[in-house]
C-alpha cells in the first residue's frame, strides 16, 4: 500500500503544532504519506483515538477525514526517519530554565536530539524543514549536526515556521495569509525550497507562498509574534492610562484603528497576553540582541513583556483596592482559565498568575472553563488545593462568592444570564472583566460593580476618595 504514495512525509513532534499541520497536509495531498511521531506515548495514543490531545474547532473531522488512509501517528521515531523523503521538526522550544541563558534564551535540547536521531538513522538523503520557531541561525547547527558523520548522505536544511493561532489553527492552515519558506540559496537549497513549495501549492495561492533566504525565514517568525504582542502591550499600557483619564479604551481603539496603516486587529487591550510563544519568543529575540550587542534593541523589545507582567499584576492590585483591601477568606469565581478562547491550551495563560496572586491574599477560588479545566488542575496543582475548586457550569461557580473576575473571552460568557449570577451572589457584587466581553452598563443596572480595562469603573459607592484608591 505505502508503494502507491508519491511522497513520505515526517513529522517529529505531535504538538499543538505538528498534529493540525500534518492533518491539513495530508488533507491536501492525498498521494503523499503523512505520519506524525513524538516520544510521549500517551499523546500519540490520544492522536489515534476519539479523544483527541487538543481541543481545536474543527480538528477532529479533519483527522477523521484523514486518518488511517494517508495520515499516521506512530511512536516508532526511527522507523519514521528511514522512510521518509521530508522530514518536519515541530518539537517544542521553551525558555531555558538552567545554566547560561536561563529565563531567556530557548533550550534547544529537543531540537539537538532530534538532529542527532535524523543523522543516525536515516539511510537515504532527506529534506529537514523547521516547523518550530528557533533563533536565528539554528540551521546552520542543524547542518553541522547532519555533517558531522563521515556520510554520503545529502541532507538539505529549510526554514518553514508556523504562524497559526490556537483556536483558530484548521482556519489558519487551511487560508494561511502567507507560507514563508527559507533555504539556502545553493542549486540543491533552491531544488528542496522548490519541493516544499509544491506541497503547499496544493492549496494555498501561489501569491501567497514567500520564499527567502533561510535565517531571514527564521528571524521573521522571531519578529511577527515580537509585532503582535507588542501591539497587545502597547494598547494595554494606553488601558493604564485611559482608567486614570476616563476615557475608554475600546472607543481609543477603535479610533486608532480606523487609520488603515495602523489597522484595527489585535488591538483588544486585555489582563494580558497569554500563550506559550509570544513571552518565550520575545525573550528569545532579546538574548538575541544581546548575544550581539545590541542592548537599546534588546532593552525596547524586553519592555513588551515588562508591560504584559505589569498588566497582569495591576489587574489584581484593582480587584484587592476595590475589594476594600482584603480578599482574606472571600470567594472569588474565576470565568475562564484558558490563555484565549476555543482551546483548552493554559500555557503562560494570565489566570495563573491572577490565581496564584489571590491564593497569596488568601482568597477561596472557583474556576471554571469550558475546555481548560483538566490544564487547570496541573498549572494550580502545586498551591493549596483546599481554597481551590473547580467547577464546570458558570452558574454554578459563581453561587456563593464574593466577585467574578473573567480571563478568558469565551462567547459564552457574554450570554450568560447575569440577573440570575447576580441573584446568588455575596453583596456588594463585584465582576472584573479582564476581557471587556460583557455589557458593562447592563451588569451596572443589575447591581454590580463593575471593573473592566481600560474604563472608568461603574460602582455603586458614592465616596470619591475609595475611587482614588482603585486607581492608584
Ligand atoms: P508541544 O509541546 O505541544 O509539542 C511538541 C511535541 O514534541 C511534544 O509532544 C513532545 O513530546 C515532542 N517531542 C519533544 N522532543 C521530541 C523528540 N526528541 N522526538 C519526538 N518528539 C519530541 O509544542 P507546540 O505548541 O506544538 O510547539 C512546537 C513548536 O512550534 C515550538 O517551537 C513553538 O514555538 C512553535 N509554534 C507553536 C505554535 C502554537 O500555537 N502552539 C504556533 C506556531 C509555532
Ligand atoms: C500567536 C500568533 O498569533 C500566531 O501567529 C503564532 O503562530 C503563535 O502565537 C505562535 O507562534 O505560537 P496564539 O498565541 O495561539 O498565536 O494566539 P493569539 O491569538 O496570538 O493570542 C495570544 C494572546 O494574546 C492571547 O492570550 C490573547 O488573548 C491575547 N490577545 C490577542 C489580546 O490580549 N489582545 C488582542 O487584541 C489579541
New binding site residues.
Given amino acids: 500500500m505505502n508503494a502507491s504514495f508519491e511522497k513520505k512525509i515526517l513529522c517529529?513532534?505531535?504538538?499543538?503544532?505538528?498534529?493540525p499541520t500534518m492533518a491539513m497536509i495530508a488533507r491536501k495531498c492525498p498521494n503523499y504519506k503523512v505520519t506524525v511521531?513524538?516520544?510521549?506515548p500517551q499523546?500519540i495514543q490520544r492522536w489515534k483515538s476519539d479523544r483527541l490531545p487538543?481541543y481545536e474547532p474543527g480538528l477532529k473531522e479533519l483527522v477523521e477525514a484523514t486518518r488511517g488512509r494517508n495520515l499516521f501517528f506512530s511512536t516508532d521515531?526511527e522507523e519514521g526517519i528511514r522512510e521518509a523523503d521530508i522530514i518536519f521538526v515541530?518539537?517544542?522550544?521553551p525558555t531555558k530554565t538552567y545554566g547560561l541563558g536561563a529565563g531567556m534564551a530557548a533550550d534547544l535540547q529537543?531540537w539537538e536530539?532530534?538532529a542527532r536521531?535524523i543523522l543516525a538513522c536515516a539511510r537515504s538523503p532527506k529534506i529537514i524543514v523547521e516547523?518550530?520557531?528557533?533563533p536565528v541561525k539554528t540551521a546552520l547547527a542543524m547542518e553541522r549536526i547532519l555533517k558531522s558523520r563521515e556520510s554520503r548522505i545529502h541532507f538539505e536544511v529549510l526554514s518553514n515556521?508556523?504562524?497559526?493561532?490556537?483556536g483558530t489553527?484548521v482556519r489558519d492552515l487551511e487560508k494561511p495569509d502567507r507560507v514563508l519558506i527559507g533555504s539556502r540559496l545553493t542549486p540543491s537549497g533552491l531544488k528542496a525550497r522548490q519541493e516544499l513549495v509544491d506541497i503547499y501549492r496544493n492549496w494555498v495561492p501561489e501569491e501567497n507562498i514567500i520564499t527567502s533566504d533561510i535565517w531571514s525565514s527564521e528571524l521573521s517568525?522571531l519578529v511577527s509574534n515580537a509585532f503582535l504582542a507588542q501591539r497587545i502591550s502597547s494598547i494595554n499600557a494606553i488601558s493604564a492610562l485611559c482608567e486614570k483619564t476616563e476615557a475608554d479604551i475600546r472607543n481609543v481603539a477603535m479610533a486608532v484603528g480606523r487609520d488603515g496603516r495602523i489597522g484595527s486587529r489585535f488591538l483588544n487591550a486585555s489582563i494580558g497576553f497569554g500563550?506559550?510563544?509570544f513571552k518565550?519568543?520575545i525573550l528569545n529575540l532579546v538574548y538575541i540582541c544581546r548575544h550581539y550587542g545590541l542592548e537599546e534593541v534588546a532593552e525596547y523589545w524586553e519592555s513588551v513583556v515588562h508591560i504584559n507582567e505589569y498588566q497582569k499584576e495591576r489587574f489584581v492590585r484593582h480587584m484587592l483596592t476595590a475589594m476594600f483591601n482584603t480578599l482574606a477568606g472571600k470567594k472569588i469565581c474565576i470565568l475562564g482559565f484558558a490563555f484565549k478562547a476555543n482551546t483548552g491550551?493554559t500555557r503562560e495563560s494570565p489566570a495563573i498568575h491572577v490565581c496564584t496572586r489571590l491564593l497569596e491574599e488568601r482568597a477561596e477560588l472557583v474556576i471554571s472553563d469550558p475546555k481548560a479545566l483538566d490544564n487547570a488542575r496541573l498549572d494550580l496543582g502545586h498551591l493549596e488545593q483546599e481554597r481551590i475548586s473547580f467547577v464546570q457550569d458558570p452558574y454554578e461557580a459563581a453561587r456563593g462568592v464574593h466577585a467574578i473576575a473573567v480571563m478568558t473571552e469565551w462567547d459564552l460568557y457574554r450570554r450568560l444570564d447575569y440577573q440570575k449570577i447576580y441573584d446568588d451572589m455575596i453583596k456588594p457584587a463585584f465582576i472584573f472583566d479582564g476581557r471587556n466581553v460583557i455589557d458593562h452598563e447592563k451588569l451596572y443596572d443589575i447591581g454590580f460593580n463593575v471593573y473592566a480595562i481600560g474604563k472608568t469603573p461603574l460602582t455603586h459607592f458614592d465616596e470619591s476618595e475609595s475611587v482614588q484608591d482603585l486607581q492608584a
Fill in positions: 517529529i513532534g505531535a504538538g499543538y503544532v505538528g498534529g511521531v513524538d516520544i510521549n499523546r487538543i521515531i515541530s518539537v517544542n522550544t529537543y536530539k532530534t536521531q516547523k518550530s520557531t528557533l515556521p508556523e504562524f497559526l493561532a490556537e489553527a517568525k500563550g506559550s510563544c518565550k519568543d491550551d
